[in-house]
């Protein structure tokens, strides 16, 4: 029979390690806390970045469409002044008048179509749509509007020409090629007037 030597009792949970236990973990919960904090205060300032550059843009935007407005205003300007009558008198057309925000109105005084400017004489009218920046669509909406002025003009014993343009403070090239190959007068905005681009070969459509 071989007697071991002595051996300390094995011993189950002492309060010294349960109490040890308790702190890691409360150690543990304050590292978890202080890296939530950490997380959450760089979340604040990110968001808080993101904030001042969205308010930043939002301005920036504020301010081109205030820009943009002014200029279509400007060129709204033009468009009915003497200038812009002279213009057209160098293109062969001697209109009377340029009027602005001409409304063509149906039965029930409901509205056929709506016309930006509207230059006339006895033989011709030209509708005008005015956009700040012209686009495509703008160009495909006025041949629509044409087409309804014509119907207008037919019903009430007008036969007069009907021509068209379009201008824009902004005339992207593209946009400009459709409007002239669709048969309207292109007028831009430049400096402190506005100019009518006459390409060779253009031929105005009329309605």
Same mark, same amino acid.
């Given at each position: 029979?071989?007697?071991?030597?002595?051996?300390?009792?094995?011993?189950?949970?002492?309060?010294?390690?349960?109490?040890?236990?308790?702190?890691?973990?409360?150690?543990?919960?304050?590292?978890?806390?202080?890296?939530?904090?950490?997380? #959450?205060?760089?979340?604040?300032?990110?968001?808080?970045?993101?904030?001042?550059?969205?308010?930043?843009?939002?301005?920036?935007?504020?301010?081109?469409? *205030?820009?943009?407005? *002014?200029?279509?205003?400007?060129?709204?300007?033009?468009?009915?002044?003497?200038?812009?009558?002279?213009?057209?008198?160098?293109?062969?057309? *001697?209109?009377?008048?340029?009027?602005?925000?001409?409304?063509?109105?149906?039965?029930?005084?409901?509205?056929?179509?709506?016309?930006?400017?509207?230059?006339?004489?006895?033989?011709?009218?030209?509708?005008?749509?005015?956009?700040?920046?012209?686009?495509?669509?703008?160009?495909?909406?006025?041949?629509?509007?044409?087409?309804?002025?014509?119907?207008?003009?037919?019903?009430?014993?007008?036969?007069?020409?009907?021509?068209?343009?379009?201008?824009?403070?902004?005339?992207?090239?593209g946009v400009k090629s459709f409007a002239l190959k669709s048969g309207f007068y292109v007028i831009e905005?430049?400096?402190?007037?506005?100019?009518?681009?006459?390409?060779?070969? #253009?031929?105005?459509?009329?309605?």
């Amino acid at each position: 029979m071989v007697i071991e030597g002595n051996r300390e009792p094995e011993m189950g949970l002492t309060f010294e390690k349960v109490w040890a236990m308790f702190q890691e973990t409360d150690r543990k919960f304050e590292r978890m806390a202080e890296d939530t904090d950490r997380k #959450f205060e760089r979340m604040v300032e990110d968001t808080d970045r993101r904030y001042r550059e969205m308010e930043r843009q939002f301005r920036e935007t504020d301010r081109k469409i *205030s820009k943009l407005g *002014s200029r279509v205003g400007e060129l709204v300007e033009h468009l009915v002044s003497p200038n812009i009558l002279e213009k057209f008198k160098k293109l062969g057309f *001697s209109f009377g008048k340029a009027a602005p925000d001409v409304r063509f109105t149906g039965p029930d005084n409901l509205t056929v179509a709506e016309v930006d400017i509207l230059l006339e004489n006895g033989d011709v009218a030209l509708a005008v749509e005015v956009k700040t920046k012209l686009t495509v669509d703008d160009v495909k909406d006025h041949i629509n509007r044409m087409e309804k002025l014509r119907r207008y003009a037919d019903g009430h014993g007008d036969g007069r020409r009907l021509m068209g343009a379009v201008a824009g403070a902004i005339v992207p090239d593209g946009v400009k090629s459709f409007a002239l190959k669709s048969g309207f007068y292109v007028i831009e905005q430049a400096g402190d007037t506005a100019k009518i681009d006459v390409p060779d070969g #253009f031929v105005p459509r009329e309605w």
